[in-house]
């Protein structure tokens, strides 16, 4: 089992451009949480999703943000037109849907706005 | 909303001696507490977790309590090494059936000097 699978692991946007990131969970996992770390602090919610459905996004900023997780693929966290303030490293992680799993993460994508 | 409260935010011990961190939690729904621990650019790793039908957990140098009425719940490092040295995060969520929405506490710096 390859793990949780994120990438790119480092990403550069000019600001104004779109990022894409990209995870795809450990085999047999269906559910996918996003989470974004700025540097020297904690990991603040982003959103949950199962395949095909967006479960909880309450941490996600209301504009510029959008996460998916189709049916075939990886789930996608999009952030168009980024700003120098999106900069931080966002974490996937991954759980199946078995009552009382653990959630395994992936090596992150730190992405830097310029 | 959910929110998890972590203390201390910095740590400094002297190896071979015990360290602490404590949090609180404000969802009475949490059943699920997970200490993740990261190093310097590296994923969060599960290190020990409890469940709430339990009071203590331990795994050899660490364990984990759980007061539910007080809502606070801790780890303990006993004979810390320079390795246990790292980002130290704890968990709260409520895990149904099946996925789960995870909130972290800011983290804790625990430095172990040789």
């Known amino acids: 089992n390859a793990g949780v699978m994120q990438n790119p692991r480092h990403l550069v946007r000019r600001r104004g451009q779109e990022a894409r990131l990209r995870c795809s969970p450990m085999?047999?996992?269906?559910?996918v949480y996003w989470y974004r770390q700025l540097p020297e602090e904690g990991l603040k919610f982003m959103v949950y999703?199962?395949?095909?459905?967006?479960?909880?996004e309450s941490g996600m900023p209301k504009e510029r943000f959008s996460a998916e997780f189709p049916k075939e693929g990886p789930s996608i966290l999009r952030i168009q037109q980024v700003v120098r303030g999106d900069s931080a490293a966002y974490f996937c992680?991954?759980?199946?849907?078995?009552?009382?799993?653990?959630?395994?993460f992936g090596q992150g994508t730190r992405l830097t706005v310029v | 909303g959910e929110n998890v409260e972590q203390h201390p935010s910095t740590l400094s011990v002297q190896e071979g001696d015990s360290a602490v961190i404590k949090c609180t939690y404000s969802?009475?729904?949490?059943?699920?507490f997970p200490w993740y621990k990261q190093e310097l650019g590296k994923r969060p790793q599960l290190i020990i977790d409890?469940?709430?039908?339990?009071g203590e957990k331990k795994d050899q140098r660490i364990a984990v309590t759980l007061n539910k009425t007080a809502k606070h719940f801790s780890l303990h490092i006993t004979e810390t090494q320079p390795e246990d040295s790292a980002v130290y995060f704890c968990?709260?969520?409520?895990?149904?059936?099946?996925?789960?929405?995870?909130?972290f506490g800011a983290g804790t710096r625990l430095f172990v000097k040789a």
């Open positions: 992680a991954s759980s199946p849907d078995r009552a009382g799993a653990e959630a395994f």
């Open positions: 085999k047999g996992h269906s559910h």
């Open positions: 999703l199962q395949k095909e459905n967006i479960i909880d």
């Open positions: 969802d009475s729904a949490s059943n699920y």
């Open positions: 409890i469940r709430s039908n339990v």
């Open positions: 968990a709260a969520s409520n895990q149904g059936t099946g996925g789960f929405k995870t909130i």
